[in-house]
């Protein structure tokens, strides 16, 4: 016979032996750049919007046989569409909203004393929780799934000749164009980014931490400001409750004095409910990078660094970390979590200690009064 068996060895494809496990359980994920990236949160949006066209009014006489003096006959033209923004809980992020948006136009109007169609509403879904801002001020708060907000109104139609006609002026060639729809520039803003904000310096590992809890992938590199835009996790547990984690781009001593994009990136922390601080192990004297976090945190506004948190000591799995971790749990009065994000190693402490954060976030709203953001 042509063809003969192969034998390949079995240690080549075993799937029990020890080595190879712990081989595929450290296998690196493959390091993306940011810019090649396309799923990331935006939580505001620049937009403008215009009102369609309303349609021109209709120029015509009726005739028929035996009767020539029909009169005009010029329906009006139809009303522009609206441009409507609509709250919809299903959305999560601004990312699928676009700079532009324009109303449909209205039909011009015919003979016969046919009015032209109004133009279709356009209508653009937002996430629960978005802010419409014009010119600095609040215009619209979308707070309720449902609730709309015209962004911008249609023009009215144009009059036919028919409209004009009168004891005075019998036969009127006299008809108006349709008005041009509303135009405004807005500025979406979600007023939540998510439940926990991962807050650290660069290279802390927020970014390797958030693909380990959660689905999310953000670009993972070996430098530092890999994470250019805020990325969002949602942690699942058995009893089906999400809690939303936001990775947070780096911080930079100075941040609240906008060096970097500190303002930018402080404005996403200021929205979490709680915070998780992530600080490196392997560097020498580590509590000092939460106190720089901490400083920068209320230098930016009053009370932010007295939000519910917990302080994440990221790479144990380094030799340095484990001597550093007895000097920060001294020198640190809230709970220290140390973990590695490359291996998994106490990974579960995190998400139960998360899902506590999340308990009474939800029992503390519901005390208040108010809902507390599910996602």
């Avoid at 249609?154 to 409209?163: H, Q, T, V, W």
Wanted: charged content about 20%; glycine content about 12%; aromatic content about 8%.
């Amino acid at each position: 016979s042509p063809w003969k068996p192969v034998l390949l060895s079995s240690a080549a494809f075993s799937t029990t032996c020890a080595r190879c496990a712990k081989d595929r359980r450290l296998r690196q994920k493959r390091a993306i750049s940011e810019r090649q990236l396309t799923r990331y949160f935006v939580d505001q949006r620049k937009v403008r919007v215009v009102g369609g066209h309303g349609g021109g009014g209709g120029h015509s006489f009726y005739s028929e046989p035996r009767k020539v003096f029909g009169g005009p006959d010029g329906g009006n033209g139809g009303d522009g569409g609206h441009v409507i923004l609509k709250a919809d809980q299903q959305m999560k992020s601004l990312s699928s909203v676009v700079p532009f948006y324009q109303g449909f136009h209205g039909e011009r109007g015919g003979s016969k004393n046919c009015y032209g169609a109004n133009g279709a509403h356009m209508y653009v879904k937002v996430p629960v929780g978005t802010l419409v801002k014009e010119d600095g001020r609040v215009v619209a708060d979308l707070t309720q799934h449902g609730e709309e907000y015209i962004a911008a109104f249609g023009g009215a139609g144009g009059k036919g000749n028919r409209f004009f006609l009168s004891n005075e002026n019998r036969a009127p060639k006299v008809f108006t164009p349709g008005e041009p729809g509303q135009e405004r520039v807005l500025h979406l803003e979600l007023k939540t980014t998510a439940h926990a904000g991962l807050v650290g310096f660069p290279n802390a590992g927020k970014s390797s931490l958030l693909r380990a809890i959660s689905r999310a992938k953000p670009a993972v590199a070996a430098y530092p400001f890999t994470t250019l835009n805020p990325h969002v996790g949602i942690v699942h547990y058995q009893d089906y409750e999400q809690v939303a984690v936001a990775d947070i781009p780096g911080l930079i001593k100075g941040a609240h004095q906008n060096r970097g994009l500190g303002v930018a990136f402080l404005k996403h922390i200021e929205r979490c409910r709680f915070l998780l601080y992530v600080v490196d192990l392997s560097v020498p004297q580590p509590w000092i990078q939460l106190q720089d976090l901490k400083h920068e945190l209320e230098a930016y506004e009053k009370g932010l660094s007295e939000r519910p948190c917990v302080v994440i000591g990221n790479k144990i799995d380094l030799a340095q970390s484990r001597s550093n971790l007895p000097l920060l749990r001294e020198r640190v009065a809230e709970r220290v979590i140390a973990l590695s994000a490359l291996t998994g190693d106490n990974l579960e402490e995190l998400l139960l200690h998360l899902r506590e954060l999340y308990d009474t976030y939800v029992r503390t709203e519901q005390s208040q009064g108010q809902s507390p953001v599910k996602w």
